[in-house]
Nanobody, 124 residues
Framework: VQLQASGGGMVQAGTSLTLSCVAS????????VAWFRQAPGKEREFVAA???????YYGSSVKGRVTISRDNAKNTVYLQMNSLKPEDTAVYYC???????????????????WGQGTQVTVSS
């Protein structure tokens, strides 16, 4: 499975941005897909995930400001981010796997496939 993340950019605080993750080479609808982010000098942080059933999970630092969704017909997962803050600045990665139990959803080690990342920079 290959994942291609896109949609990052430089934006001002308070604005919105939508990231996309397009998958190829696998049965997309069978995968759990997640977004993680990593800021310089920090560990990779869970942002959001969506299961095959469309059940969603959100990290505490973004809950209420982001929405994850999927379009199986387009093999794409979206991450809509609102009310962006400077602390949201990071490289955002999408990841996928077809064998994640619920308790492992937040664990980056549980994901088999990773995209290349897209930079999001939020200025104050």
């Amino acid at each position: 499975v290959q994942l291609q993340a896109s949609g990052g950019g430089m934006v001002q605080a308070g604005t919105s941005l939508t990231l996309s993750c397009v998958a190829s080479g696998g049965t997309f609808r069978s995968y759990v897909v997640a977004w993680f982010r990593q800021a310089p000098g920090k560990e990779r942080e869970f942002v959001a995930a969506i299961r095959q059933s469309r059940h969603t999970y959100y990290g505490s630092s973004v809950k209420g400001r982001v929405t994850i969704s999927r379009d199986n017909a387009k093999n794409t997962v979206y991450l809509q981010m609102n009310s962006l803050k400077p602390e949201d600045t990071a490289v955002y990665y999408c990841a996928a796997s077809d064998r994640i139990i619920s308790s492992s959803t937040y664990d980056p080690e549980a994901y088999l496939y990773w995209g290349q990342g897209t930079q999001v920079t939020v200025s104050s």
